[in-house]
DNA sequence: CCTACCGATCGGTAGG
DNA sequence: CCTACCGATCGGTAGG
């Protein structure tokens, strides 16, 4: 649809939505203005209306990217057909770098969907839904012969929030990075995920012990 | 709505701030309006403005008001002079107990925080820091004699990514609750507790972390 | 007539 | 406690 377009066009377009993703994590999509992403960018604000249509298509772009390439991981690292735990482990590893240099986009992703309209919203938690079956079909090669299958899903989603809940405490000038805390999560995981699977064989049985 | 004398202005304003807290887990403090905040509290906006100075009060009443809580689970399991793990399991139950019936308020504080000036923002930010201490410390004493008591902050900050990560997918017309989680949650960190000990005893001594 | 913009301003709404 | 407003800024677009 570019293909038209001045060469310039394409890198200028990424420009902006590089500056829009980062000024949206900072500040939220609501608290985010045009001007704000024109004067990042370098450039008038109609000048920012001639690479985008409107605010919404900023977020929707930068969301629909990133969830994009984080389909493209699970992709590849279906293709290499791993054993179960090598395979969840290379999911963690490779979901956390990609984080790391796509935290802007990821918060993006995880906060500003709700602003979407219903259409480019329901594509957008499409692929994420994909994206967490994957991991949750994974979750579930770990745990063979676990009579709590229901748990998988929800066990995908705790591993999610240790990963998805770096970006709040993690910060670039600490010491400590995401490639850090990466084995940290498998190591937590995959020592914990025994343990789950024999308390809960018998469901919902350690819900109100200590209350 | 009916509506009391005198002494009715403090239920007004508590009825306020829940109004203010859903919308502000909606829609997010910047997206969200003081006449969207006068409409669900059933009165105009210039009434609105006889009990809350300022859009500002109302996120920071509600995150500190939610993180006070917080802070009084705390010192409540502190009193009760648990051992180690008995103890850390009592803190991820009432926490997750308390995030279950204030789910408004949980969001507002991991989310809108941000929006605070510098004065309010540290006064949040304090205790939370307070209540993070507080369960590394508990973490830390799960992990008697570790060599990598550096990890005792990020571990304690990825059972947090675990439970607040809960409210973007327990739905409360699902079949899982946050009650249902919780045991689900200490079966995994300890059970996978000790794994972390042993393959990252060692590793970088001095790593800080920004919380 | 195209592109790549500019200074200025549109109709509405924000917090107050 | 309402109507009536303000200075400013919102997302988006006019003419040139």
Not at 84 to 111: G, N, S
Not at 177 to 199: E, R
Request: glycine share 6%.
């Amino acid at each position: 649809m570019a293909r038209g377009r001045a060469s310039g066009y394409e890198s200028q377009r990424e420009l902006i939505l590089a500056q829009a993703a980062a000024l949206f994590a900072r500040q939220g999509y609501a608290g985010t203005s045009m001007n704000e992403v024109a004067k990042a960018s370098g450039i008038s604000k109609p000048a920012l209306y001639h690479y985008v249509r409107d605010k919404q298509e900023l977020a929707a772009t930068i969301a629909q990217e990133h969830v994009a390439r984080l389909e493209a991981v699970v992709h590849d690292v279906g293709r290499l057909k791993l054993d179960p735990e090598p395979r969840l482990r290379e999911l963690i590893l490779r979901f956390v770098a990609e984080y790391a240099h796509a935290q802007d986009a990821h918060r993006v992703l995880t906060e500003d969907v709700r602003y979407l309209d219903a259409e480019e919203r329901a594509r957008v938690l499409g692929a994420e839904r994909r994206v967490v079956d994957a991991f949750a079909d994974a979750v579930a090669a770990v745990r063979p012969g676990a009579s709590a299958a229901a748990l998988d899903k929800p066990l995908a989603m705790l591993l999610f929030g240790m990963i998805n809940w770096m970006f709040t405490w993690i910060k670039p000038e600490g010491r400590l990075s995401y490639d850090d805390m990466a084995p940290v999560v498998c190591d937590l995981f995959f020592g914990g995920v025994g343990a789950v699977q024999l308390s809960q064989s018998g469901r919902r049985a350690h819900s109100t012990i200590v209350a």
